[in-house]
């Protein structure tokens, strides 16, 4: 735990300060709609074991992600989904009654045999990857998978897992599948729509809308990511700094920045380092800190600044750098 004033360490070349009350804020906003939050996010994997009791409190049901530590990680009394793509040959998940998502017979021929390995029948979900997943023949056919499900021993469909938020002509058709393929359940589970359009029959998921990104709520987005700057250029009217992140680390052409509450602008991205330019020079000390994404209450970043897309991007880049969680009064660093 640190003091309430954020002192990132020096050999961190970038961070993120995570407001607690905002985030929850927003967590509860999307539980009114979604039933299951995606941990997918490294950010979320990093702060499950802070925020678990608080995020079940505000409604959430169940978890997804790809990574089966964190999953393990999360109460037995949630619905925890191994998504799609996921590393599902390591067995620490079959015991725990973890739920995985299958793309093809072939993975449902190699969870039926694990389950009779273990002696322990085992339910899962069958991935839909689009409208046209029946059209293609073969192991990785939607309709092919439900015909074939059926003569395997000791698994159990429990539903769909979909990438995309589904047209209502489609849950019709979803049911007569599971019910052709002898589902247990009947579960339909998808993203949240962008829409706000909700299905009956249909559980929705929520990633990005935890982060107020492209959620179309009021909701105030909670993160403050900011980096090291180290003036490299000082002329009368201006002040070249340079910090160790760049394209490697998901950062756009063009985003605005804060260094130590001067407006600077983006001069140069490279592969590991970027370089930006103050109107004015600063006194220091130095190194100074750069905010991308927040600043002081009086100066602070215009978000719509930044394109949608690029912030997510970033986002998924920053897997390894600290984070700080803010609790009132208390901070508290999670070390990655």
């Known amino acids: 735990m640190l003091d309430s004033i954020l002192s990132p360490d020096r050999n961190s070349s970038f961070w993120i300060k995570v407001d607690h009350d905002s985030l929850l804020s927003n ?47 999360a109460s037995n009394e949630l619905e925890r989904i191994l998504k799609p793509a996921s590393r599902q040959s390591d067995k620490g998940y079959a015991r725990a009654g973890i739920v995985p998502v299958l793309s093809s017979v072939s993975e449902c021929l190699a969870l039926s045999n694990l389950a009779q390995g273990l002696d322990q029948r085992m339910p899962f979900l069958i991935h839909v990857r689009s409208t046209d997943s029946d059209a293609p023949s073969g192991d990785w056919s939607l309709e092919s998978i439900c015909e074939k499900v059926p003569t395997l021993p000791m698994i159990d469909l429990s539903g769909f897992y979909l990438r995309f938020s589904p047209a209502a ?28 359009e909700m299905l009956a029959g249909v559980s929705y ?66 592969t590991d380092y970027c370089e930006f330019v103050t109107q004015r020079p600063l ?26 897309e690029d912030l997510k991007n970033l986002l998924g880049h920053l897997e390894n750098c600290p984070i700080y969680l803010q609790k009132k009064e208390r901070l508290i660093e999670i070390i990655p």
């Open 27 to 73: 967590v509860v906003q999307a539980a009114q709609r979604a039933e299951i939050i995606d941990l997918s996010l490294p950010l979320f994997r990093q702060l499950w074991p802070y925020i678990e009791e608080d995020v079940v409190r505000a409604g959430i049901k169940g978890v997804t992600g790809s990574s089966i530590p964190v999953l393990l990680s």
């Open 169 to 196: 002509r489609l849950i019709g058709y979803f049911k007569r599948l599971l019910h052709t393929a002898e589902a247990v359940n009947q579960r339909i589970i998808c993203p949240a729509s962008a829409s706000g």
């Open 205 to 270: 998921c929520s990633m990005w809308e935890n982060l107020a990104i492209d959620s179309g709520k009021s909701a105030c987005f909670p993160l403050e990511i900011g980096c090291w700057a180290y003036p490299v250029r000082t002329g009368a009217d201006y002040q070249v700094f340079q910090a160790d992140i760049g394209r490697l680390h998901g950062l756009p052409e063009d985003f605005p920045a804060i260094i130590e509450g001067e407006p600077a602008k983006l001069q140069k991205i490279a």
């Open 283 to 308: 006194e220091g000390p130095f190194p100074a800190r750069v905010l991308l994404t927040g600043g002081s209450a009086y100066q602070s970043i215009e978000l719509r600044e930044w394109r949608v």
